[in-house]
């Protein structure tokens, strides 16, 4: 088959197996079912009687793939697994929230230990469950690992440079991040095991109490790893939760236990989450929310390499990524070069199940999705755009489609399309996507492709107050993970890096004394015999 971005949606019916014997033995999905949930170190049988049946986005035989079950908690138990988190807390007297910053890297180490060793399992279930390409998913699981390690590092730095007292104005003072309490985690289904752990880890190293609640798709991928948090973690210090949000995070919003919300989704859920906590102005967030970032192709840009960059840039996983480049801009007297380019080489995009070599473009995980996606290109037409390649879909596949011209009359010009649509706009002054990125309700990231060093100088200032990074001859992406991810305007709140993170999930405290002889003994001798956890000089190699 190789009709890709040009197949019918009769076509695309046969890149579906029809039976199961099609599939690599060792990509076959492991049935999970789960009837318990993680809370206070134990695993709880759910009382809610029916379980919730994971499916596929891949059919056989033109059936959804049936991958297991887990629980869907009821507000009693939610309510019980929040009073286990807040045990383990003790109001920031527990054992873990005085615990030193080496006794929380050791449960961290641990379990990066522990979870390495399930990974084919992590791997496999992830790709089945939201359908990134096996070498994609391998890759999210080795970044999670690398994320984790740099950020024992990174507190490790952190810890050393917090390790001295300073002397100000005859005040000695030792100045220390502390953690905050009860961190409700919540991660999006496009980076299940990632981006999640982007938030968890960092609250949990920093001495705060997790509770988690997986996103709605990836779900299953995580039950391998729930014993390897229970063995490294003290009791109630990590607890999972499972359900509706309306069901199982209400009522944790409501309760105003929650002392931050770490939230990767859309903003409107966000929005509704936060109005819930009794006490808003207590409640930290660290929010990764929607994002509609514009490349612009300016007339000089080198074309094959802005052709590269957009490919990766809009079509990565299916357009999936919330740093997807989701409106693309193109100087007019480029236009034709680059369409030309770039629909060859979409037309060129394998289609297939994830476990195919080299398929690019595979199954949607989210329901309804394609009929959505149909309905933005249908609107577009409406409206005086063609689709330069692309335009069918079939069950939960949806070829890679190019649409232009498109303009402000236009859903796609506006809707986060999280697919593989992309809208292309033509302009001949630099206002134009400009204007765009400015009236944007979004202020992620943009890319800019051009060699004129004067042009690409003057955008860059124009831009860097509209969004948070600025990518010169590049996709939109988050990585490195050691530079800030954030964004202004409705696309997040609170900034994440490795280092960030640990200073989202903390608050700096200190403890200071007046510069005279009875301090200046009291302190030598706690040190000294290392009688406190807080005010101490050693050293963490
Ligand atoms: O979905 C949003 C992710 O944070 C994007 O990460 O740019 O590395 O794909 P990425």
Redesign the pocket.
Known sequence: MNCSSNCSSNQLRNFFPAKKDEIPPQHLPKMIIQKNYLANGNFIQSNTPDNFQVLSPIYINSQQVSLGEHPHLNREEVLSVLSHAQQAWKKGNSDWATSSTSERIRCVENFVKEMQLQKNLVVNTLMWEICKNYPDAEKEFDRTIDYIKETIHSLKELDRISSRFVIEQKIIGQIRRSPLGVVLCMG?F??PLN?TFTTLIPALIMGNVVIFKPAKFGVLLWNPLLPAFAKSFPPGVINVVYGEGKEVITPLMSSGGIDVLAFIGSGKVADVLKKHHPSPHRLRSVL?LEAKNAAIVLEDADIQLAVEELLLGTL?YNGQ???AIKIIFLHRSVADKFLSQFSDKVSALKIGMPWEDGVKITPLPEDEKCLYLNGLVEDAITHGAKIITGGSHHRSLFTPTVLSPVNAKMRVWREEQFGPVVPIAIFDQIEEPINYIIESSYGQQTSIFGTNEEKIATLVDHLVNQVSRVNINSQ????PDSFP?TGRKDSAEGTLSVSDALRVFSIRTLVAAKENNLNKTLLSNITYNHQSKFLNTDFIF
């Not at 939109?476 to 990585?479: A, E, L, N, S, V």
């Open positions: 999006p496009n980076y981006e990764g990565s990524r919330c740093t939109c992406q988050r990585g991810f």
